[in-house]
């Protein structure tokens, strides 16, 4: 049977030089390194970028009792060349700033983007993005909310922010992420966490 195991330290990265590449919106730094190889030589210098990015929170939103969740619709720059997908299905997400704590910035970009104030807020998981272009963590919570006056449009105007606030019926949400017409990682691994674990949600209550 596969065992994994932790073959690897950071004493087997070896940075030869590491420089910011550029600096906006984004941040890119350019790396040199050496990493050790699984027959445990060094393998040669390799020139990497690496997009610079703060830990990241995602909040699937739930209402237990009227089965109902709670999604965001924004324009996302990056499908712009799809503009049929450039407005998304999403969980409330947002960037962890510098001393935030994770659940105090999933209460603030929930009250920010949706208008809901969460109930109780249970951790489900933590994962890296896209490890192979970016440090990006995501911090992922279920955020249990009560969807009677949800709805609307949200957002910071200082930050450019034009959201929508958009309250489906769970199965309705079901059937978004089985049709493909949700299809980000963030929110099909919320939707796929809360099919797991609804039925306790449900028993335990608030």
């Known amino acids: 049977m596969f065992k994994p195991e932790h073959r690897f330290t950071r004493s087997d990265v070896v940075t030869l030089s590491r420089k ?25 210098p390799i020139l990497r970028e690496i997009l610079v990015r703060d830990r990241a929170v995602g909040v699937l939103l739930f209402d237990p009792k009227r089965e109902e969740i709670v999604l965001v619709r924004q324009f996302r720059v990056g499908l712009m060349d799809d503009l049929e997908e450039a407005w998304i ?34 951790e489900i998981c933590e994962y890296y993005n896209s490890p192979g272009i970016t440090n990006e963590k ?9 969807t009677t006056d949800a709805g609307g449009i949200h957002g910071l105007k200082e930050e450019h922010e034009d959201i929508e606030s958009i309250v489906l019926p769970y199965r309705d949400a079901l059937q978004c992420l089985s049709s493909g017409k949700i299809n980000n990682p963030m929110t099909i691994i919320a939707l796929q966490w809360l099919m797991l674990n609804k039925s306790d949600i449900k028993e335990n209550g608030i």
């Open 20 to 44: 910011s590449a550029y600096s906006g919106f984004l941040k890119v730094d350019r790396v040199r390194l050496q990493h050790r190889m699984f027959n445990g030589d060094l393998s040669p």
């Open 89 to 122: 299905l999403e969980i409330v997400a947002g960037m962890v700033g510098e001393n935030e704590q994770f659940s105090d910035v999933a209460i603030r970009e929930t009250e920010e983007e949706s208008g809901c104030k969460i109930l109780e807020l249970i």
């Open 138 to 146: 995501v911090i992922l919570y279920c955020g249990l909310i009560d």
